[in-house]
């Protein structure tokens, strides 16, 4: 089942705006709706104001109408089972209950399952999601 993410999350990775760090990722959700919405990463020069590709994914789910991840796939060009950054871990905690699988990704595939919790112990959690 995670290899349609899989496949949305590299197909995003390509479309990122990297220009500065060249370091490309991507991430594909699966929401509550059955749908998926894939994100890249877009940096600007006046860094840190670009946005990582797991916002970019949130923001397509919650624009369209998606309110709950149910799983996710991450995939960096230059880092195979790349985990994301603190920042994200805790965005996707906000539309992500503790159970929710994680999927790192390499060149090949999925690597890597983890769930909500592991990614991110101890998360603030909220009452509106999850």
């Not at 840190?48 to 624009?63: F, L, N, Q, R």
């Not at 709950?68 to 960096?76: G, L, S, T, Y």
């Not at 999925?110 to 509106?128: A, I, N, R, Y």
Request: proline content about 5%; glycine content about 10%.
């Amino acid at each position: 089942m995670a290899e349609d993410l899989y496949l949305a999350a590299k197909a995003a990775m390509a479309k990122c705006h990297a220009p500065y760090s060249k370091f490309p990722v991507g991430a594909a959700i699966r929401a509550d709706d059955g749908k998926i919405y894939a994100g890249a990463n877009i940096e600007n020069l006046s860094f840190p104001e670009g946005w990582c590709a797991e916002t970019t994914a949130i923001s397509h789910m919650v624009m369209a109408g998606g309110r709950k991840i149910v799983e996710i796939a991450v995939i960096a060009e230059k880092l195979a089972l790349c985990p994301p950054c603190g920042g994200c871990r805790q965005r996707i905690r906000e539309f992500a209950d503790q159970g929710t699988k994680i999927y790192l990704c390499d060149d090949v595939g999925v690597g890597k399952t983890m769930t909500m919790d592991e990614l991110l112990p101890h998360s603030f959690q909220t009452d509106v999601i999850g």
